[in-house]
């Protein structure tokens, strides 16, 4: 089976009716968690980003908070995980400021983790603030400023984790 082009999509569905339209993305729902979840942040979450970004905070300290010490390898591999996580709740948002926030928590909780000393861990700490650098270059001058300060506070505390 051939995949439809995004165009071809949208006009086979301008040609549908508001109950068509309804059955389709109930049943397009069923498929897979990420359709759902997805269907679920525009419907009920996109008017309040901010209690939505709360939310994926509040996810991440319990998802920090269940990691497994036990060795590196666990810890890595669940950090990685988390991060997983976060990348897709950024991809239902599309908003840069939602996705900076919620990177800039993600290194907090990084520097805040005991086990801090897998090469690993730091080049995946590294990587994030890279990503977040280069996404605070392309916002509002405002918002530069806002949270270029937040990043250097980062980065300032970055030191404690050597």
Known sequence: MK???VKQLKDELNNRSPKELLELCLRLSKFKKENKELLTYLLFEASDEEA???GIKKEIDDAFQQINTKSYYFINKSVRKVLRRIKTYIRYSLKKETEIDLLIYFCRKIQKFPHTNS???HNLYYRQIAIIKKKVA???EDLQYDYGVELEEIQQLNISMY
């Open 138 to 140: 392309t916002l509002h």
């Open 52 to 54: 939505y970004i709360e």
């Open 3 to 5: 995949t439809a082009t």
């Open 119 to 121: 090469t690993s861990l």
